[in-house]
């Protein structure tokens, strides 16, 4: 029988049983067992893991382990480059797009509040968040681990927090997003890019008091909706001011 020793690390622990968060603890694994498949045996989605370590030495998930076999596991690194060592995914996004599943609404809307293109309906079902990640290349947001755990899912995030504002912070922490935010600049609604236009063209839509006290004007060309610096753009701004770094 091949048995192989584990140890996880920082938040991976949650994923676990209580016995064996944050200590070594030896496995037995069937013969032809990889990396990939014993780790989510052990309730952690591959798409949390950034690095895998075994006997000291990085590895992919395609790794058959073999007996005696140390292996360290190890989340996204917030403030230490493991780049030189990274063997788990071919490519890395270019471009950071997101599509969530039903129970993340209030997160979507606030990731397009950033400028993120993230796609959500409630209507989606898991194989129609699979598939589109896969042909978008989109990053999966998910409350439910055994989505993330779908082969074809490469990029995901499993989201720990249950209020939509706490869900904002977790992943722009996490994904170190600040720096490639664009508040404002996406419909939040349906995701579509807004496009500055002239007051004189959208006056007729606007109440009396906006017509009065504001000059700048974006509208969506999906559902026509037309936003201005409002107070609820400002409760927006404070809310993207209290996140890491600020927005």
Known sequence: MVTATFRFYEELNDFLAPDRRKREFT???????????????????????????????SVDF?????????????????????????????H????????????LGG??????????????????HDDDIVAIAEK?????????????KRRPVTHGCYVHALKS?????????RLDLVRSAHPFTRCLHCNVPL?????????DRLPPRVQAHY???????????VYWEGSHWYNMRRLLDGLPNGA
């Open 27 to 57: 496995v037995p694994c069937a013969r032809e067992a990889t990396t990939k498949h014993m780790i989510e045996a052990l309730g952690v989605p591959h798409t949390e893991v950034e690095l895998i370590l075994v006997n000291g030495e």
């Open 62 to 90: 395609s790794r058959r382990l073999e007996d005696g076999d140390r292996v360290a596991v190890y989340p996204r690194f917030e403030a230490l480059d493991v780049t030189p060592v990274l063997r788990l995914r071919d």
């Open 92 to 103: 890395p996004l270019r471009e950071t797009r997101f599509v969530a599943d039903a129970h």
């Open 107 to 124: 997160l979507a809307r606030m990731l397009r509040m950033l400028g993120f293109d993230t796609l959500y309906d409630n209507h989606f």
């Open 136 to 148: 978008e290349g989109r990053i999966v947001l998910t409350r439910d681990r055994e989505l993330l």
């Open 165 to 173: 504002e706490q869900q904002l912070r977790e992943i722009v922490g």
């Open 195 to 203: 496009r500055p236009v002239d007051k004189a063209s959208v006056l």
């Open 215 to 225: 000059d700048r004007f974006s509208i969506c060309d999906g559902c026509r909706r």
